[in-house]
């Protein structure tokens, strides 16, 4: 019983303009025949259709946004952790120049953790982008620029010369 209902909202919303049409005609004829309250009854039914059919809309707009707000706070995440590394990294440049290096092949591991680190935030960023482009988000020239830019980085980090050595992480 408590289906009915949504099924009838269901087709509320896909209501044909075919349909609307002939539910005004009879109105009218309701109402020129002297059926007032039925008349009065069907323009009551049709307005809660078009109030269904409008919550309808409205929902599916805001979970859209709700989405789109989740996706940009995750951007914002993102952001923050990579620039969390271009600090670590630019610490581990410093203490090497200042030739406080740790004992022997301490900073070679520092050097696989902070490429790791950034191989894992460059696919967060695919990810991510990926999730927006299933929102209807076009391809954003920043993003693809933001994950050369990342992928630079890691090049930088794992030692073989591609990139700059600034220490902010390619960006």
Do not use: V, W, Y
């Amino acid at each position: 019983a408590q289906q009915a209902p949504q099924q009838q909202n269901d087709a509320d919303a896909q209501l044909p303009q075919q349909d609307l049409e002939s539910m005004l005609d009879r109105m009218e004829d309701m109402a020129r025949n002297g059926a007032r309250q039925d008349a009065e009854a069907m323009l009551d039914e049709m307005q809660n259709m078009f109030e269904n059919m409008r919550g309808a809309r409205d929902a599916q707009e805001d979970q859209a946004s709700r989405e789109m707000r989740k996706q940009i706070d995750e951007l914002g995440k993102l952001l923050r952790d990579q620039q969390a590394l271009r600090d670590d990294t630019f610490r581990q440049d410093q203490r090497e120049q200042l030739g406080r290096d740790a004992p022997e092949g301490q900073g070679d591991q520092a050097n696989p953790s902070l490429d790791e680190r950034q191989r894992a935030l460059r696919d967060r960023l695919a990810e991510l982008q990926q999730r927006l482009k299933s929102l209807g988000m076009k391809g954003e020239k920043g993003l693809d620029e933001a994950q050369g830019d990342m992928k630079e980085a890691e090049g930088d980090l794992k030692g073989d010369g591609q990139g700059d050595k600034s220490g902010n992480g390619g960006l």
